[in-house]
T-cell receptor, first 112, second 117 residues
Framework: AQSVSQHNHHVILSEAASLELGCNYSYGGTVNLFWYVQYPGQHLQLLLKYFSGDPLVKGIKGFEAEFIKSKFSFNLRKPSVQWSDTAEYFCAVFSGTYKYIFGTGTRLKVLA | DTAVSQTPKYLVTQMGNDKSIKCEQNLGHDTMYWYKQDSKKFLKIMFSYNNKELIINETVPNRFSPKSPDKAHLNLHINSLELGDSAVYFC????????????????FGEGSRLTVL
């Protein structure tokens, strides 16, 4: 069965620290990969997406993610976090059917 | 203009009642979804519709009945509400690429927080 694992459930960082959130999926075929962000009390918004091509994708607000096919990973990175990045981050995989698989989310808290 | 809008945003009701949540998208997408987010923020797909037809029903109790009067609307009706139904319900829609295949990108509504007392 398809699954998405986010290994970090809670992350606490100080402002200006670097961020890397892990995401691994299990599916043998072609996938589209996404990271979504949910700010406190808000809905999910797309942060970045990978369909094909350059495995390093850049998203909004200085975030980037790297698709490593051999590791089935799509880790999210940001060189220097800000207090406003405090949010829940979800990795998601779409395999071409109507179904989406979301990871369990990582709660990021950035201390000012 | 809000792309995916849900009403109501907040709903507080007693166990056993019946309630509905409405969703409308003005993005022209064919595919719409309902997701449930529990208190631990876990997102679970409930239903998927494509052009008013049910595509996915993820082992949701039959107290939950989606209805899609047209491809821009996907409403959710819940009968005999239970305590465990308390959650945030998100509606979403998804576009197709130029080749007609689903991209998988989801556009979410702002959520409807349901509290069952």
């Amino acid at each position: 069965a398809q699954s998405v694992s986010q290994h970090n459930h809670h992350v606490i960082l100080s402002e200006a620290a670097s961020l890397e959130l892990g995401c691994n999926y299990s599916y043998g075929g072609t996938v589209n990969l996404f990271w979504y962000v949910q700010y406190p009390g808000q809905h999910l918004q797309l942060l970045l997406k990978y369909f094909s091509g350059d495995p390093l994708v850049k998203g909004i607000k200085g975030f980037e993610a790297e698709f490593i096919k051999s590791k089935f990973s799509f880790n999210l990175r940001k060189p220097s976090v800000q207090w406003s990045d405090t949010a829940e981050y979800f990795c998601a995989v779409f395999s071409g059917t109507y179904k989406y698989i979301f990871g369990t989310g990582t709660r990021l808290k950035v201390l000012a | 203009d809000t792309a995916v809008s849900q009403t109501p945003k907040y709903l507080v009701t007693q166990m056993g009642n019946d309630k509905s949540i409405k969703c409308e998208q003005n993005l022209g997408h064919d595919t719409m979804y309902w997701y449930k987010q529990d208190s631990k923020k876990f997102l679970k797909i409930m239903f998927s519709y494509n052009n008013k037809e049910l595509i996915i029903n993820e082992t949701v109790p039959n107290r939950f009945s989606p209805k899609s009067p047209d491809k821009a609307h996907l409403n959710l009706h819940i009968n005999s509400l239970e305590l465990g139904d308390s959650a945030v319900y998100f509606c979403a829609s998804s576009p197709r690429s130029g080749t007609g295949s689903l991209t998988g990108e989801l556009f979410f509504g702002e959520g409807s927080r349901l509290t069952v007392l």
